[in-house]
């Protein structure tokens, strides 16, 4: 489901359909469900490259997993 409701996302976004995401995005973060929730951020990130709400979903949940690239 989650996975239909992204795909028809990318056809068209709405400002409330991506508050509607941001907040799914959340609640996969509370439950643990990182990766999901990093793949929803990251979509809407794609989608709304100007949304800051979006980028810090998606800065705190890499954060929250500890994927922080190397750097060397």
């Given at each position: 489901m989650?996975r239909r409701?992204?795909?028809?996302?990318?056809?068209?976004?709405?400002?409330?359909?991506?508050?509607?995401?941001?907040?799914?995005?959340?609640?996969?973060?509370?439950?643990?469900?990182?990766?999901?929730?990093?793949?929803?951020?990251?979509?809407?990130t794609?989608?709304?490259?100007?949304?800051?709400?979006?980028w810090?979903?998606?800065i705190g949940?890499?954060?929250?997993?500890?994927?922080?690239?190397?750097q060397?």
């Open positions: 989650l409701a992204m795909d028809a996302a990318t056809q068209s976004d709405t400002t409330a359909a991506l508050n509607a995401r941001l907040e799914m995005a959340s609640g996969l973060l509370e439950q643990g469900r990182m990766d999901r929730a990093i793949e929803v951020y990251q979509q809407a794609r989608l709304h490259r100007d949304n800051a709400s979006a810090e979903g998606l949940a890499y954060a929250r997993k500890h994927d922080f690239p190397q060397r």
